[in-house]
């Protein structure tokens, strides 16, 4: 079982900053993409970031240069920098592997529970 487990989230005020952390567990064998996704409240969930292998990081419109999406390969690790956080940007933040497994050697994709980020004006 692939267990992906977010870290970081909470209350913070307009203008403040967060740093979101992904770990993946120790089956996850190779990681092809990794992603945060939010869900604001009363809207479907939507892509924040994205980083894959093979591509450098893509962010939804009008994020880059607030957000940033870094990993620790070595520590199979992702990471969402947020900064300049405006009330916008509450939700439920989500994150995302294509992965091969100890038991899979297919890539197939897992979720994360998921962290609460509420920025308050």
């Known amino acids: 079982q692939v267990q992906l487990v977010e870290s970081g989230g909470g209350l913070v005020q307009a203008g403040g900053s967060l740093t979101l952390s992904c770990e993946a567990s120790?089956?996850?064998?190779?990681?092809?993409?990794m992603a945060w996704y939010r869900r604001p409240p009363g809207q479907q969930r939507e892509l924040v970031a994205k980083l894959a292998n093979t591509n450098g990081p893509t962010y939804a419109p009008g994020l880059e240069g607030r957000f940033s999406i870094t990993k620790d390969s070595a520590k199979k690790t992702l990471y969402l920098h947020m900064t300049n956080l405006n009330p916008g940007d509450s939700g439920a933040y989500s994150c995302?592997?294509?992965?091969?497994?100890?038991?899979?050697?297919?890539?197939?994709?897992?979720w994360g529970q998921g962290t609460q980020v509420t920025v308050s004006s």
């Open positions: 120790d089956n996850v064998v190779r990681i092809h993409t």
């Open positions: 995302n592997i294509f992965a091969t497994t100890t038991t899979n050697e297919y890539l197939r994709s897992y």
